[in-house]
């Protein structure tokens, strides 16, 4: 794909905004129009489903796909010689980390929420296991029930029984809306993604891992906060859960803000 999706919105240092899921910005309003009233906020939709694609065939996604795109983006937005924040959730702060790790000349800070980086635990083969079973569930016995599957795995906690009348869903049920295509197209590619905690480590000053608070105990806030002292980064709390951004927009906004301006004090390093 070589046409860009974004929205810009406010006024400020550029905020570029990377959703999780399959990249549909869906239930981030509420965070972003808080976000615009101190920064530039530029929304990336890496797949254009907010912008008429929904319902068109997609292709298995590559975390370097979403990255390159973020990066075009950026480019297309700053201003020669500026750099940009970045956030991150989910899917979108795995790209986020492949970003910061190829391409930190023209990120200031990046926060990247709850990242299933799942290759940096001690029990990655068994995590990702879980992810190709989500997928499995799904092909088998449809949304509901993979969704579940899911919910189960991020808990920690054993998966009820698939329902005795459980339908495979449909080839259009598959691209009717972004839950599928994220289950199908990106779930399992992003999650066997390992991060380069090399450059990473040597980017540390630059890069906050983040974790919802009602998170805790959960897989991605383990996943989280041990790639965090992998790579000697920061590492931070956000209201709510894996969607605190969605769950509570205003306050998950306010400390995103406090957690990037300061960043950019003197001594921070811009560039490599």
Do not use: K, N
């Not at 406010?10 to 981030?28: D, E, I, R, T």
């Not at 795995?94 to 290759?119: G, K, M, N, S, T």
């Not at 992810?131 to 029930?145: D, I, N, P, S």
């Amino acid at each position: 794909m070589t046409d860009l999706y974004y929205e810009v919105c406010g006024g400020g240092p550029v905020l570029l905004v990377v959703p999780g899921g399959a990249g549909h910005p869906m239930g981030l309003d509420g965070m972003t129009e808080r976000l615009a009233t101190r920064f530039t906020v530029v929304t990336y939709d890496p797949l254009g489903l907010a912008h008429g694609r929904l319902g068109e065939p997609v292709e298995d996604q590559r975390v370097r796909t979403w990255s390159e795109g973020a990066r075009r983006v950026l480019d297309a937005v700053l201003p020669d010689g500026e750099s940009a924040y970045v956030f991150g959730s989910s899917s979108g702060a795995i790209a986020a980390l492949d970003l910061l790790a190829r391409h930190p000349q023209r990120l200031r800070h990046v926060v990247a929420h709850e990242p299933p980086v799942v290759a940096v635990l001690d029990d990655a083969a068994v995590q990702q296991a879980m992810f190709t079973e989500v997928y499995e569930v799904y092909r088998a016995a449809g949304l509901e029930a993979a969704a579940a599957r899911l919910g189960a795995g991020l808990t920690e906690r054993t998966p009820d029984e698939l329902p005795g009348d459980a339908q495979p869903p449909s080839p259009a049920d598959e691209l009717s809306h972004p839950m599928p295509l994220f289950l199908t197209r990106v779930l399992r590619q992003f999650t066997a993604y390992e991060p380069d905690l090399t450059a990473l480590t040597a980017l540390s000053p630059r890069l906050t891992l983040g974790a919802g608070v009602d998170s805790r105990g959960q897989l991605l806030h383990r996943t989280a906060s041990l790639a965090a002292e992998l790579s000697g980064s920061g590492f931070a709390e956000f209201p709510g859960g894996h969607v605190g951004a969605v769950e509570h927009p205003v306050e998950f906004a306010e400390q995103l803000a406090e957690t990037l301006l300061p960043a950019c004090a003197p001594g921070v390093p811009l560039t490599t």
